[in-house]
């Protein structure tokens, strides 16, 4: 008999999207094929204790219920239970031949765990340190990209302490090079909390201050008027780009609410775009995952104008939703690619990508050819 690789699934997470991970983790562990994997649930609080013994899942489930405490700064940030010694001794977690972390924002996709499990020396799904930390902060993803000739809308990045101490000055930054409608973000968040839409300068300060809540780093960006692009990036070296989908908002434009709330706001796949923008949107969203070292899978978000025509790059989630109805899965599906295929590849992907690591040479010298 093959020996079953033993898939460890990460979920739960210190950060506010906690419960949408819960959502997106039992849809994995229920799409792995069972034949081929040993499913090894690891589960995180929401003050950052690792669980694996017994049922984490229902664990944390029942504790989201029972409403725990919010995510915050919590003294217990040190996984529990993992020894970072490569190799034999990882004796803390159950042994996993590689991980598949679904966690969203930060904590999760933003290059910390990466970071951990690289020093553990455990595959894993997805973005490695560089790429999930590039892809989390807007201000630098946009820097990045604009540096690699790829278009986005114009910004501008706010520090928290500037905007305290000089809130004139800022104001006027804004004004002069952006004007109104505006949007104002905190640069590492995701689900569109603390974003809003600034039409006057009235509503500029209560933004400013709505951003700065969740983050040191703000920014402020130009407004397009567009609809709302999405396409699915799967591969390592040579990724590939899947059929492209419309997200249809019925509210002012695609807010907390719509996301997890309004059953109204319309998914289509496959967007109805003439097939040479398509194909640009392709090659553009291909073209920034590579920019940002993306790995494994990402979710490259895009504007299309309505009044010009052009498109723009919004984001990429290296992690993004990954429920059964969720964009990423729904747009490889509509692709050709069922999703319990899409899990096997994007584990082989880590395999792959974790084996080309072990290919750097750890010692150096010199007179060596
Ligand atoms: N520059 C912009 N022009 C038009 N709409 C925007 C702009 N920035 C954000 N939005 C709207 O706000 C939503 C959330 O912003 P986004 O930057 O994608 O943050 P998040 O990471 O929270 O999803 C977008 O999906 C879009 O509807
Ligand atoms: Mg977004």
């Known amino acids: 008999m093959v020996k079953k690789l033993r898939v460890g699934v990460l979920f739960g997470g210190r950060s506010g999207e906690h419960e949408v991970s819960l959502v997106s983790a039992s849809s994995v562990m229920n799409a792995l094929d069972k034949t081929k994997y040993q499913v090894v649930p690891l589960g995180i609080t929401k003050k950052g204790r690792w669980l694996s013994d017994g049922e984490p899942m229902k664990e944390l489930q029942a504790r989201s219920q029972a409403h725990e405490a919010q995510p915050g700064i919590s003294r217990d940030l040190v996984p529990s239970k993992i020894e970072l010694v490569p190799g034999t001794g990882r004796t803390g977690i159950p042994y996993v031949d590689v991980i598949f972390p679904v966690l969203h924002g930060p904590y999760?996709?933003?290059?910390?765990?990466?970071?951990?499990?690289?020093?553990?020396?455990?595959?894993?799904?997805?973005?490695?340190?560089?790429?999930?930390?590039?892809?989390?902060?807007?201000?630098?993803?946009?820097?990045?990209?604009?540096?690699?000739?790829?278009?986005?809308?114009?910004?501008?990045?706010?520090?928290?302490?500037?905007?305290?101490?000089?809130?004139a000055e800022v104001i006027e930054r804004v004004e002069q090079r952006l004007g109104y409608p505006c949007f104002v973000k905190p640069a590492n968040l995701g689900s569109s909390v603390g974003v809003s839409k600034v039409h006057q300068a009235t509503d500029l300060p209560a933004a400013l201050n709505l951003a700065a809540r969740y983050d040191r780093r703000l920014l402020v960006e130009e407004a397009i008027n567009a609809r709302e692009i999405e396409c699915s990036v799967l591969g390592n070296d040579h990724p590939v780009a899947s059929v492209l989908g419309e997200i249809v908002p019925k509210r002012e434009f695609y807010d907390y609410i719509a996301k997890y709330h309004d059953e109204s706001t319309d998914l289509i796949i496959p967007a109805d775009l003439p097939p040479q923008k398509m194909a640009e949107i392709q090659e553009l969203a291909v073209r920034a995952f590579l920019a940002l070292d993306c790995a494994g899978m990402a979710r490259a978000d895009l504007f299309f104008s309505r009044d010009t025509g052009q498109v723009y790059l919004n984001e990429l989630n290296t992690i993004p939703g990954f429920t059964s109805v969720s964009m990423y899965p729904k747009l490889w599906e509509a692709s050709g690619l069922p999703y319990p295929e899409l899990l096997d590849r994007l584990i082989q992907l880590a395999l792959e990508r974790h084996r080309d690591r072990g290919r750097m040479s750890t010692s150096y010298r010199a007179d060596e050819d």
């Open 108 to 167: 999760g996709e933003d290059g910390t765990v990466q970071g951990l499990l690289e020093l553990a020396g455990i595959p894993y799904v997805g973005s490695g340190v560089l790429g999930s930390a590039l892809a989390m902060d807007k201000a630098v993803a946009k820097a990045i990209f604009r540096a690699n000739g790829l278009p986005c809308a114009d910004y501008l990045l706010v520090m928290r302490w500037d905007w305290e101490e000089h809130p």
